[in-house]
């Protein structure tokens, strides 16, 4: 007992430290964490996933709640128009691609079928929301290169795991319907954005009350948050979405006032609603839960990870590879006008694969009965829990690299500047 709680309150302190040092040398807090995760676990098998039971999952789910309402109140009202274009196209690009690709290495790298050779694919076609959305205050990218990543985060996390789940049943039942998938994908977005928009529209009114009459009522919106997530579940539509919805009108509730001010002040429904804006006080301690979910999420994150036949980890560390090889050109595509070229050097290597990928590629083990199924299985699994890890560690390289690199063009355009003056 003594012994973990010192364990939780040093972890949360080195990271405090760790996130520090990303200041200086751009090494992502989340690699220590992962590490400290993989020592704990796979290397010196202190305690794994299991011990905890249903907690883990719990906890990671409360996590991804968490984070998506934290990202959706700091998500700009001004660029979301420009930027769901290029990140729609870029989600569905980053999707269909991996499927390709995971076809051709599944099938003639390890002698798979199709159908699951696909469904590999599809495991990494999510970049992972919980490395990447806390970082983005750290990478300080444009307002709309921003945007554009928080809105693909998102949609990646929805368009990844309708597919693959698509692809899962289609290794049963032996067919696949590529209509009926995408028809599913467009009403669980639709049904998900509109549940949260609204719930956080009635919310803004209602918090006025609640605020005046209520002590610590300031978790009273994250507790909301974990509702509409449960209850978008239950329906079958992604709960993501919703929350990440419900941060945004939250976080841009007056933008949005203004905005049909200018318009027609008649018709501003929003103005005579009165409602309460989020203040930063209240920002500052989303931002801090926000922060201490992240730590243990990528120790966890680390000690799930399983890595046994090498084979496997060699051929995830290509496969993952080709996927970070992709995204440049999808970036130089989908993001030529308004962006930096600092802002399409980051875009282009955030591509760190996490829990929906890791999850998605224990499923087919999980589900297995034959003996071919259960090979297939751990074929998915290795490779796709070797793909999450490495993914990390290839983003926190190139993230280093990316940063240096912008340092010294600072510092040579500087010289430059110095010497015409």
């Not at 729609?88 to 050779?117: E, I, Y």
């Not at 948050?225 to 079958?236: R, S, W």
């Not at 980051?346 to 990928?357: A, D, E, Q, R, T």
């Not at 240096?404 to 010289?415: A, E, G, M, R, V």
Request: hydrophobic share 50%; proline share 3%; with cysteine.
């Amino acid at each position: 007992m003594e012994t973990t709680l010192i364990f939780i309150g040093a972890l949360i302190f080195f990271s405090l430290i760790f996130n520090a040092l990303f200041e200086r040398t751009r090494i992502p807090n989340v690699l220590f964490l992962l590490f400290i995760g993989l020592l704990i676990g796979p290397v010196f098998n202190l305690a794994s996933p299991e011990d905890l039971g249903k907690l883990g999952k719990i906890f990671t789910t409360i996590t991804l709640i968490v984070i998506l309402y934290e990202s959706g109140t700091r998500l700009n009202f001004d660029g979301l128009g420009k930027a769901i274009g290029p990140a729609s196209l870029l989600t569905v690009f980053n999707f269909v691609v991996p499927v390709g690709v995971g076809m051709a290495v599944g099938h003639f790298g390890l002698g798979l079928d199709l159908l699951p050779s696909a469904f590999m694919g599809a495991c990494v076609g999510s970049i992972s929301t919980p490395i990447i959305l806390p970082m983005l205050k750290q990478l300080k990218l444009s307002k709309k290169a921003e945007s554009v990543v928080f809105l693909e985060c998102a949609l990646s996390d929805i368009v990844c795991l309708i597919g693959a789940l698509a692809l899962l049943d289609a290794m049963d039942s032996g067919s696949f319907s590529v209509a009926a998938t995408v028809k599913h994908m467009a009403i669980s977005l639709l049904f998900a954005t509109s549940i949260g928009l609204g719930v956080g529209y009635l919310w803004t009114g209602v918090r006025r009350y609640i605020i005046t009459k209520l002590k610590n009522s300031m978790f009273t919106s994250f507790a909301l948050a974990f509702i509409i997530y449960g209850f978008c579940e239950l329906l079958g539509i992604n709960g993501g979405m919703a929350v990440l919805s419900f941060g945004f009108i939250l976080g841009n509730i007056d933008e949005l006032s203004n905005l049909l001010e200018k318009q027609n002040p008649e018709k501003n429904f929003i103005k005579r609603k009165n409602p309460v804006l989020l203040m930063q006080d209240e920002k500052n301690f989303y931002s801090e839960i926000a922060f201490i979910f992240k730590t243990f999420f990528f120790v966890y994150i680390g000690m799930s990870i399983r890595l046994t036949e090498w084979s496997h980890i060699i051929m995830g560390i290509l496969f993952i590879s080709l996927m970070f090889l992709v995204r440049i050109p999808s970036i130089a595509l989908f993001c030529r006008k308004g962006y930096s070229s600092r802002d399409r050097r980051i875009m282009s290597i955030l591509n760190p694969k996490g829990l929906v990928s890791a999850v998605l590629a224990s499923m087919p083990l999980q589900l297995a009965v034959t003996d071919e199924q259960i090979r297939t299985g751990e074929v998915i699994q290795n490779i796709g829990y070797a793909s999450v890890m490495f993914s990390i560690i290839i983003f926190s390289l190139l993230i280093f690299l990316v940063e240096k690199l912008d340092k010294t063009d600072n510092i040579n355009t500087t010289s430059n500047a110095g010497n015409k003056a």
